[in-house]
């Protein structure tokens, strides 16, 4: 949506019709109904969590990778029902699909026996339930309370409609917004990352599987990302949700009524991890949730006033330290992130790390056109390949649909190809900007933000590394100074860019003269924002010939190990492609906004 609406500004900035930003003041809801809310406690207990009492009793940092979806949900839940003051979340989007009702339905028994839980969510994307069921959640319970971030509208639900006008009269608003992940447990143990709270997250969607990843943590930096997340609950920006005028005339009218889905017993997607959540250690039963005890962790974040800021210095950027920290890389820069577009920024920051040791390398593991779900952002991607290889001489590695290590990333998925009837959730093919696949199962897509420098610090939050992160939108992430850690999540990026789980990009094999003559040309082109028309692509996706090993792009004997999968491979090229060349011919202006 917010794609499209991109897509209209550009037709305005071409035609000079373009249109000021928030032309049409914020919308100022009125307070909130007078509702009567479950003021009725339990008495339930929390159950026992040794990550939460260690959490409380020790003053060193303490980690746990949650790089499986499956894991990732178990986690949350547990924590959850450990909880004894308070849950705090603050996310991009929140779908009540099979996994956004169960988790709400443990946040809602978590404030019955006496947690204070907030639930801060940007109002841009649908929760995909209506009017009537969103009022009764938000007032389900004293004790659970929801704020919307930046509302569009006076409406907690926007329509196609709402977009539109937002698109032709307040730009600015429509276009940045919260896409931090964060969520805390009685403020020293938090998740940070990049997951949302939908079932392609989580492992649970018939359709499509994220590649996502996050970070459990204790010790001294919760109390930073407490700080932080008080800053943006209390900022005038978010609005309690009550207040908004669909769900308040639910409320008013007598019509707020709980999804069907509330009353029924724990759905069988969920049963595994319905009983392992009690469990005092998670590893007893899951070894990869083992705890990492980390020498230093450090947070990064925006402020809320980031959507607000109409430009600012680089060096004023609560991310310029770790920008410094890239600046000093020696060897090897590991980059992980579903979006490969660079700004001014990052491609600047490429040629002076080249620059200064022309011998770095910088590996990238990313999304393809098949497993990307934005084919428009892919658009934009393509574009920049010539600059990214022949400029940048970055190495980077597209991701299969479906990857021959499929079952190691989630192990539960047989049970997506046997029951895809018993998931909720959208088409995404129909629903979204996703390219269609002949495909059994989920394609499975790279949503994990994360960086490795050196494999001695890494990086792992919700910040892209595309222009939209770095100015449009507010971030956040963990900067984890530990060498092993460090090694640990490079080899499991690692396996991502492995041949028999990517495709690797490189300059393709002209005959002589054509190699010239395109270079030139091509070079030209791909620098115009519009009418980047040349045909001819002097990059392909390349796969290894069988029984040779993997090499550099760079290196001189490529081409003999390695053959060409063609220019968008696994796709069937007759509307996909033209739709991708229209993009890179005419999309290049919308690169700001992606």
Not at 46 to 69: V, Y
Request: aromatic share 8%.
């Amino acid at each position: 949506m917010l794609l499209c609406s991109a897509g209209v500004l550009t037709l305005l900035v071409i035609s000079g019709c373009f249109l000021p930003p928030d032309i049409v003041q914020s919308y100022e809801p009125g307070p909130g109904p007078s509702v009567l809310r479950d003021e009725s406690l339990s008495g339930n207990k929390p159950i026992e969590s040794g990550f939460l009492s260690r959490a409380a009793a020790s003053p060193t940092h303490e980690a746990i990778l949650l790089e499986r979806g499956d894991d990732a949900l178990l986690a949350r839940i547990h924590l959850i029902r450990a909880a004894r003051k308070s849950i705090d979340i603050q996310t991009f989007i929140y779908v009540f699909d099979d996994t956004g009702l169960w988790v709400f339905k443990e946040l809602l028994e978590a404030a019955r026996r006496g947690v204070k839980v907030r639930l801060l969510i940007d109002q841009f994307v649908s929760p995909k339930i209506d009017a009537a069921e969103y009022a009764a959640i938000v007032t389900a319970h004293s004790n659970f309370e929801v704020r919307l971030f930046r509302p569009l509208a006076n409406k907690a639900i926007n329509s196609p409609w709402i977009v539109t006008q937002n698109t032709f009269s307040r730009f600015t608003t429509l276009n940045r917004r919260m896409h931090n992940k964060v969520f805390l447990v009685d403020g020293t143990a938090a998740i940070v990352g990049g997951r949302n709270y939908q079932n392609a997250y989580y492992d649970r969607d018939p359709e499509l599987c994220f590649r996502d990843r996050d970070i459990l943590v204790s010790g001294p930096v919760t109390g930073e990302i407490q700080s932080y997340f008080k800053d943006f609950w209390d900022d005038p920006e978010s609005i309690e949700a009550s207040r908004m005028d669909d769900l308040k005339s639910a409320i008013l009218s007598g019509n707020a009524s709980m999804p069907d889905y509330l009353a029924n017993p724990v759905s069988q997607i969920f049963e595994e991890l319905d009983k392992l959540a009690d469990l005092t250690e998670l590893s007893s039963a899951r070894p990869v949730l083992k705890s990492w005890f980390i020498r230093n962790i450090r947070f990064f974040s925006d402020g809320p006033g980031q959507v607000k800021r109409t430009s600012h210095h680089w060096s004023q950027s609560p991310f310029a330290p770790l920008m410094e920290l890239l600046h000093e890389t020696q060897s090897e820069l590991l980059i992980e992130t579903p979006y490969p577009i660079l700004g001014k920024r990052s491609a600047r920051l490429a040629k002076d790390i080249k620059k200064k040791n022309p011998n770095v390398r910088i590996r990238v593991s990313t999304n393809s056109l098949g497993s990307a779900d934005h084919a428009a952002v892919s658009g934009i991607a393509f574009k920049q390949r010539r600059m990214q290889i022949q400029e940048l001489k970055l190495e980077i590695h597209i991701a299969r649909p479906v990857p021959a290590d499929i079952y190691e990333m989630v192990p539960r998925y047989n049970l997506l190809l046997e029951q895809p009837e018993t998931y909720s959730g959208p088409n995404w093919e129909k629903d979204s900007d996703v390219i269609h696949l002949d495909l059994e199962g989920p394609r499975f897509c790279v949503h994990a933000k994360s960086l490795v420098v050196d494999r001695r610090v890494a990086f792992i939050g919700s910040h892209n590394f595309d222009p939209r992160s770095f100015n449009l939108n507010t971030e956040c992430g963990l900067l984890i100074e530990d060498e092993a850690f460090s090694v640990h999540l490079a080899s499991l990026i690692e396996r991502s860019m492995h041949p028999r789980n990517s495709w690797v990009l490189a300059k393709r094999r002209l005959p002589l003269g054509v190699k010239e003559v395109n270079t030139l040309i091509s070079g030209i082109s791909s620098k115009l924002p519009v009418f980047d028309v040349w045909p001819l692509e002097n990059v392909a996706a390349y796969k290894l010939r069988e029984g040779c090993r993997p090499l550099s792009p760079y290196h001189p004997d490529f081409h003999e190990n390695h053959v060409s999968a063609g220019i968008f491979p696994g796709i069937d090229l007759e509307l996909t492609g033209v739709k991708v060349q229209l993009i890179k011919a005419f999309g290049g202006i919308t690169t700001p906004l992606m």
